[in-house]
């Protein structure tokens, strides 16, 4: 079936290094794509989200960039810090189909100092 | 300004039983949508609430129910709970096409 995936489980970094966490998605049909963040024993927090009449989208700190041809999205973080380190989900959603969300399996980032 | 609240937020039920977890979504929001997170697993959708009606669902079974209140709140209930069942559910409020807040969820284990 059509789902939203990651390319990478897990990904290490050292403190100020660039991040960058990628995802792909199967549905051409999805219009909107959302990255979320977990920490340990909390909910998905939002990050940043983007709609498929665009290729960028920059927030404080991360960048979300859409590559339809080839299906592709990755969050960048920039200057990653300690309390980065969390589990990462893209997830997708065709507003013709209403606005539940479909999310990948995750990738955890571990920030070192 | 209070987020999305879940309630309990630890529960442990046995095979077969029922149970029933609450969710008040954030401060203004209108609608309600309930997930299913299994360990080291992306949350997978259950359904959605909207005018006290579902408004869309996923693939769940019937054993898998919901309801919405006037205030917006809302319930999920599961009957006949199965070991599988045992997971980490969330609610996530919204309003419109705005994106969606989960609260911290509530963590189910059937034994």
């Known amino acids: 079936g059509e789902s939203v995936g990651l390319h990478l489980p897990t990904l290490s970094v050292q403190e100020g290094d660039n991040s960058i966490i990628n995802c792909a998605y199967s549905?051409?049909?999805?219009?909107?794509f959302i990255w979320y963040k977990q920490e340990s024993g909390k909910g998905p927090q939002f990050i940043i989200d983007?709609?498929?009449?665009?290729d960028k989208r920059q927030g404080q700190r991360v960048t979300v960039l859409l590559n339809k041809t080839v299906k592709h999205l990755s969050l960048q973080i920039a200057a990653t810090q300690p309390g980065d380190s969390a589990v990462y989900f893209c997830a997708e959603n065709k507003f013709q189909a209403g606005t539940a969300l479909i999310f990948g399996k995750g990738t955890t980032l571990s920030v070192s100092s | 300004d209070a987020g999305v609240t879940q309630s309990p937020t630890h529960l442990i039920k046995t095979r077969g039983q029922q149970v029933t977890l609450r969710c008040s979504p954030k401060?203004?929001?209108?609608?309600v949508s309930w997930y299913q997170q299994a360990l080291g697993q992306g949350p997978q959708f259950i359904f959605q609430y909207y005018e006290e009606e579902e408004r869309q669902r996923g693939n769940f079974p019937d054993r898998f129910s919901g309801h919405q209140y006037p205030n917006y709140s809302s319930e999920l209930n599961v009957n006949a709970l199965l070991l599988g069942d045992s997971a980490l559910y969330l609610c996530a409020s919204s309003l419109g096409v705005s994106p969606l807040h989960f609260g911290n969820g509530t963590r189910l284990t059937v034994t």
């Open positions: 549905n051409s049909a999805s219009d909107y």
């Open positions: 401060s203004g929001h209108d609608t």
């Open positions: 983007i709609r498929s009449n665009m």
